[in-house]
């Protein structure tokens, strides 16, 4: 699957200006990944936070139920 994503960039990169060029581009498209793997990772971070607050809530809440069941 990288391969194929790899390879379709490379056929995106432009054949004017021979390889300098090409260099260039691969650079801020490496670039551009790395800011988006970073976006992508803080995503990942405030997403992990937000369910282990749902979590807890879930738990203090299912708590909440069992204490208010009268015994049997």
């Given at each position: 699957m990288a391969a194929d994503k790899?390879?379709?960039l490379i056929?995106?990169?432009?054949?004017e200006g021979g390889e300098e060029a090409q260099?260039?581009?691969i650079?801020?498209?490496q670039a551009e990944n790395?800011?988006?793997?970073l976006e992508l990772q803080k995503q990942l971070e405030a997403a992990e936070q937000e369910l282990k607050l749902?979590?807890?809530l879930f738990s203090q809440a299912s708590d909440?139920?069992?204490n208010l069941k009268k015994p049997d």
């Amino acid at each position: 699957m990288a391969a194929d994503k790899f390879d379709a960039l490379i056929a995106a990169l432009p054949l004017e200006g021979g390889e300098e060029a090409q260099l260039k581009r691969i650079a801020e498209l490496q670039a551009e990944n790395e800011l988006v793997g970073l976006e992508l990772q803080k995503q990942l971070e405030a997403a992990e936070q937000e369910l282990k607050l749902v979590q807890a809530l879930f738990s203090q809440a299912s708590d909440n139920c069992l204490n208010l069941k009268k015994p049997d």
